[in-house]
């Protein structure tokens, strides 16, 4: 659900976001964007605005996607799968996720989880493989 929007002056979408965030009253609520806006700057005024965040971290921040890649995903034994067949494809997604605290450290304001989704589909004219990682 939209709940506002707001004109990115001079085409700033990462400032438009900040100036919106600050103008809702988002105590308690969840906030998702893209991964455009997965940044420390971003999550503290979501943090700042009483509420929490849910943010996809993908290659436009190489350090940061870095730094989830090289969490020990392989000595996780909490995987959640789910496969699902339909519409021509046949997919397998597999679900970890670790918590932010402990051993796991990660340099990003407000973090308490870390979930790594993974989509396989061999079946696909061009099998598919795709992780994510979402932080929350």
Same mark, same amino acid.
């Given at each position: ?12 979408? %990462? ?5 919106? %965030? ?8 969840? =906030? $998702?964007?893209?991964?455009?806006? +997965? ?16 943010? +996809?971290? !993908? ?8 730094? =989830?890649?090289?969490? /020990? ?11 699902? $067949? ?8 597999? =679900? !970890? %996720? ?10 990003? /304001?407000?973090?308490?989880? %870390?979930?790594? =989704? ?8 061009? /099998? ?9």
């Amino acid at each position: 659900m939209a709940l506002d929007q707001v004109l990115a002056a001079d085409g700033d979408e %990462i400032g438009a976001v900040r100036d919106l %965030i600050a103008s809702l009253d988002l105590d308690g609520a969840l =906030v $998702s964007a893209d991964a455009l806006h +997965c940044c420390a700057e971003t999550a503290r005024a979501v943090l700042d605005a009483g509420a929490d965040y849910l943010f +996809c971290a !993908k290659g436009n921040r190489r350090e940061l996607l870095a730094a =989830v890649d090289a969490l /020990p995903w392989t000595d996780l034994d909490n995987a959640w799968e789910d496969r699902e $067949s339909g519409h021509g494809r046949d997919e397998t997604r597999t =679900v !970890k %996720i670790l918590a932010a605290d402990g051993a796991v450290r990660l340099d990003f /304001p407000g973090v308490a989880q %870390i979930a790594r =989704v993974r989509r396989d589909d061999p079946r696909a004219k061009c /099998p598919l493989r795709a992780t994510q990682h979402r932080l929350e």
